[in-house]
């Protein structure tokens, strides 16, 4: 089991609490982007830079994932495909997406996609927060926890 993260969009500090649990529990996290990223020193950490255009990291994850795998994407579209290829798909806000949600966040994801294309402003997310970090590194540690990696 390996973990990819959607680097593009990533916030930082989830990152930082992905760095500190490859070297901690020895897992593989290989950020995928579409630009030059930084990643510290380490033989858990890998980093894959591909080219410009939509959803190019997106389609590079999905051909490298193996099942058992770990995502980290805000990307329902990329992780619908992840659990479609039996991966797991966690959100840096520290929720998973899993079979029995994907349909209807895709559902909802299309239907603001919609609103934004006639012209209503939508608005964004909302700020990413502590409370948003404290959730994934919770959600982290109980999904690796679960899923030793040797």
Known sequence: MQIWVDADA???????ILFRA???RQVTVTLVANK???APPSP???????GAGADVADQEIVRLLQA???VVTADIPLAAAVIEKKGHALDPR???????NIGERLSM????DELRSGGV???GPATFNQSDRTAFANQLDRFLTRNPTR
């Not at 990533?10 to 930082?16: A, L, R, S, T």
């Open 44 to 50: 858990n950490i890998n980093t894959i830079r591909v």
């Open 10 to 16: 990533c916030p930082k500090v989830i990152k930082e």
């Open 68 to 70: 058992g795998d770990l």
């Open 109 to 112: 994801r299309n239907f603001m």
């Open 121 to 123: 402003e939508t608005g």
């Open 36 to 38: 030059s990223l930084y």
């Open 94 to 100: 520290g929720e998973f997406f899993s079979e029995e």
């Open 22 to 24: 490859a070297d901690r």
